[in-house]
């Protein structure tokens, strides 16, 4: 699988729209970009996935470059419960698909 | 539905104990995980069931043992743990190519 960079932290005023980065320049391509986040002392939420096209969701807009070397997982309205921890992860998708995580960003919306 | 339960939320042991984790979907999801997370620290993978049979161990000691039942339940049997096994245990399913739903989690101390 190819490896993910995230910051390990970011903060954001609530209401503003939070822009949290993954570097993986190493993607195949077959592999899809995933995220996740972890609430505090909650399991991890899946929030979403793409391949190449830009996708959006009730949740969240995910954003590759060209080159798929990059992402943006973009949440265009953060409100102080969007505290937690997001994680990158590239995985091949069909057959078993495992997420593994790294340590992910550590985003914290402040009032 | 999209949610994995998890039983209990908390659990207590001494070293010389018997206990179980459970953990249950009723999406129709075939992969089933256990993941365990130190504080502050990402989820790591124990074991992987794919189809109810055993897929994936990461070299877990063998005071953890992983049963699944049938398509919907997935135990983590526990004997003779050590304090330092005191964590998060995680639990999560998928249907094969698609996303990881995580449960809450059942946090364990060893005493």
């Known amino acids: 699988d190819a490896k993910t960079t995230q910051p390990p932290s970011m903060d954001c005023a609530e209401g503003r729209a939070a822009n949290l980065p993954c570097n993986h320049s190493t993607i195949s391509g077959n592999e899809y970009v995933y995220w996740y986040r972890q609430i505090h002392s909650q399991g991890p939420q899946y929030i979403i996935h793409?391949?190449?096209n830009n996708e959006t969701n009730e949740m969240a807009s995910l954003i590759i470059t060209e080159d798929r070397k990059s992402s943006t997982l973009i949440l265009p309205h953060a409100t102080l419960r969007d505290t937690a921890v997001y994680y990158c992860i590239v995985r091949v998708t069909g057959g078993s698909y495992i997420p593994t995580f790294g340590r992910g960003t550590s985003l914290i919306v402040h009032p | 539905d999209t949610e994995v339960t998890q039983t209990p939320k908390h659990l207590v042991m001494g070293m010389t104990n018997k206990k179980s984790l459970k953990c249950e979907q009723h999406?129709?999801?075939?992969?089933m995980y256990w993941y365990k997370q130190k504080a502050k620290k990402p989820p790591e993978l124990m074991f992987v069931?794919?189809?109810?049979?055993?897929?994936i161990n990461e070299s877990v000691p063998s005071r953890f043992s992983p049963e699944c039942p049938n398509s919907s339940l997935l135990n983590l049997h526990l004997h003779a743990l050590q304090p330092e096994d005191s964590a998060l245990y995680l639990c999560?399913?998928?249907?094969?190519?698609?996303?990881?739903?995580f449960g809450q989690g059942t946090r364990l101390t060893v005493v």
């Open positions: 999406m129709g999801h075939r992969a």
């Open positions: 069931y794919s189809y109810e049979k055993l897929s």
């Open positions: 999560a399913s998928s249907q094969e190519g698609g996303a990881a739903f």
């Open positions: 793409g391949l190449k």
